[in-house]
């Protein structure tokens, strides 16, 4: 356990668990010794003179033991003997049910039965340390050989898994990226696609009879039929031509290259949050390659661009980098009853809503959301005086925390939205009257958000918050609406990547960890007193969630086809995360390798319905 009292996360405070030790039969050692948590089942049947359990997977901890070495040698031979007949067992289950059966070679031809006589013959001479070290390295084999039987067709299960990933990554870029129908009318299917349907089926139906044969788990046919499905759906398409064009060989490998290198960072990002910032500030620079046209333009064609221009981007790439420097700050930090903290994040929204909005759109923003955020302050210092001196929260602050939370929210809809769009249009008229239109109902669901993030911050989540609006309020500024630009799949592949990169910053932003640490219920104390595991988690997962809900702002508006792009991103960091995920080693490593890929995966299936949300926020009115 933590100082803070946290438990059930993975740090070394919480997971290293000392083992004391002593009585009768329990020798005094000298120092700290490291010992399994399997280990522990023999060393108490040794303690209390039985046989080791019948499924223990432990090796003896002799140390402990207050005998003679002779004694030792004898509890080392029972638990080499007791874990040599689960090995056995192991190994011939495996041999009854599969087709090509290779055996554990240190252990093939019953030499695990003749190491075993081999210890025992040496402690009948009397060589009992000879006779333990043979033992040991017995039970060592035999736990390894347990291993390899209980991994044995992990390597078809990964190519399986890797099939299917490649497929649906393939599915994507033909089905979701495929050009008009009235540009490939005309394009006649290759020859080669009967014969290949062909070969996929009886392909498809070899493996399939091999696992029927081997009485494989129900797991290992979801397995298989993914890539079989996906490889007929891909033949079954009228055209094998996606919707984009590779363009120059070396642009194109530019881009992918730049793609790979952001997806790593954000890989990286699970086990240093300052892989995100760098992402993001890669993924911009990615963009403003992509959107400017003095870069992206034939030498002969480029533009010389305003220098209003180069300042945005320049300002741009700096919220980039500011936002980077957040993920660097440690993550857990109490700032709670610091005078003053509470007000920084509501000062960087306002300001940045007073510097993005211009005329009547500012005023209508502002005379609405400055009263709650300021009041959302002020509720969180009272609310922080009482918690931190040990008394209960009164219950009239705790009920203009949740009025103040709910309230301005309701009152704010689309239709203020329209009108506020209207008054602008008559004020200034012109172009800019389209970027503020989205500006309005950005900043609005911003301010409606921040008023909540402001009441569950504990540390620099408000700040981060408030940076984050800033820079996807500059990027809607800058990047034109999609469908009122040529469509480009470059320039969306580029912004899509941007608006990944935006999501990860924004989960990592606030001082999320990937863990469970991530949802401290300290957050929450403002809103809720008494336990109640329900609304807290609600409660937690809207503080996490809720600038990962923002940052889908950028594709929503500027990506022709976000959601193909994030379908194809998404599939690369499943698979990458897929082959992280560990089976052995400690708890805390298993854990979190498990968390890492569960996170990924839940958190591309909430990004649809979150980039729809934004699509509908900020279409016109």
């Not at 890797?162 to 009235?182: D, E, F, H, M």
């Not at 239109?437 to 609005?444: D, E, K, P, R, S």
């Not at 569950?456 to 809607?476: H, K, Q």
């Not at 999501?503 to 960890?513: C, E, H, N, P, S």
Request: charge should be positive; proline fraction near 6%; aromatic fraction near 8%.
């Amino acid at each position: 356990m933590t100082d803070r009292g946290a438990h059930g996360d993975g740090r070394d405070e919480e997971t290293h668990t000392p083992l004391v030790a002593w009585g009768a039969g329990v020798a005094r050692l000298d120092g700290l010794q490291h010992v399994e948590q399997a280990d522990i089942a023999p060393l108490l049947a040794a303690l209390l003179g039985t046989a080791p359990p019948v499924n223990s997977v432990g090796l003896l901890p002799a140390s402990f033991l207050d005998a003679d070495a002779a004694t030792r040698a004898v509890w080392l031979i029972t638990n080499a003997e007791q874990i040599l007949r689960n090995y056995a067992r192991k190994e011939w289950l495996r041999a009854s049910t599969t087709v090509l059966f290779h055996p554990f070679a240190p252990l093939a031809h019953n030499r695990g039965a003749a190491l075993l006589q081999r210890a025992v013959d040496l402690h009948a001479t009397g060589v009992d340390e000879e006779c333990a070290d043979e033992a040991r390295s017995l039970i060592r084999l035999c736990l390894a050989g347990m291993r390899y039987y209980e991994t044995y067709h992990r390597r078809m299960l990964l190519a399986f898994a890797v099939a299917g990933q490649v497929a649906w990554i393939a599915y994507v870029v033909l089905v979701g990226l495929a050009p008009s129908p009235a540009s490939s009318k005309n394009v006649q299917p290759s020859s080669l696609i009967g014969p290949l349907r062909r070969a996929n089926g009886a392909l498809g139906a070899g493996l399939l009879a091999l696992l029927l044969v081997q009485r494989s788990p129900l797991t290992y046919y979801a397995y298989l039929a993914q890539p079989c499905a996906l490889i007929n759906a891909i033949l079954a398409q009228p055209q094998w031509q996606p919707g984009w064009q590779p363009g120059h060989p070396t642009l194109f490998v530019a881009r992918f290259a730049a793609a790979a290198l952001i997806l790593l960072l954000l890989v990286l990002s699970f086990f240093a949050r300052g892989c995100a910032g760098v992402a993001g500030l890669a993924a911009a620079v990615w963009v403003v390659c992509e959107t400017t046209p003095c870069i992206s333009s034939r030498p002969s064609s480029r533009p010389q661009p305003p220098p209003s221009a180069w300042r945005r981007y320049r300002g741009l790439l700096a919220s980039q980098l500011g936002l980077g420097l957040c993920t660097m700050l440690p993550a857990g930090l109490d700032w709670r009853g610091v005078l003053l903290v509470p007000f920084v994040g509501p000062a960087v929204l306002i300001a940045g809503a007073y510097h993005s909005l211009a005329g009547r759109a500012r005023m209508y923003v502002l005379q609405r959301w400055i009263p709650p955020l300021l009041m959302a302050a002020l509720i969180c210092i009272y609310s922080d005086q009482s918690i931190l001196a040990g008394q209960s929260l009164p219950w009239p602050l705790q009920a203009l925390a949740w009025t103040v939370l709910f309230v301005p929210t309701a009152m704010s809809g689309r239709g203020g939205l329209g009108v506020a769009a209207a008054q602008h249009a008559a004020a200034v008229g012109g172009e800019d009257v389209a970027v503020q239109t989205v500006l309005i109902a950005f900043w609005t669901a911003a301010m409606a958000v921040g008023v909540g993030m402001c009441l569950l911050s504990i540390g620099y989540e408000a700040v981060f918050y408030g940076l984050l609006a800033c820079s996807v309020s500059a990027w809607l500024s800058v990047l034109p609406r999609a469908g009122t630009v040529p469509e480009s799949s470059a320039r969306d592949a580029a912004i899509a990547m941007l608006g990944l990169s935006l999501t990860f910053l924004a989960f990592f932003g606030t001082g999320t960890v990937a863990s469970v640490s991530s949802f401290d219920v300290t957050s929450v104390f403002r809103l809720l007193v008494s336990f109640a595991p329900f609304p807290m988690a609600a409660l937690l997962l809207v503080k996490v969630l809720a600038p990962v809900c923002l940052a889908q702002a950028v594709a929503s508006h500027a990506c022709g086809r976000p959601l193909p792009w994030l379908l194809v991103y998404g599939s690369v960091l499943a698979s990458a995360f897929l082959f992280l995920v560990r089976d052995e080693g400690s708890w805390k490593d298993i854990g979190q390798s498990i968390a890492h890929f569960v996170i990924v995966s839940f958190l591309f299936v909430a990004l649809m319905p979150m980039g729809r949300v934004m699509q509908l926020l900020l279409r016109p009115t």
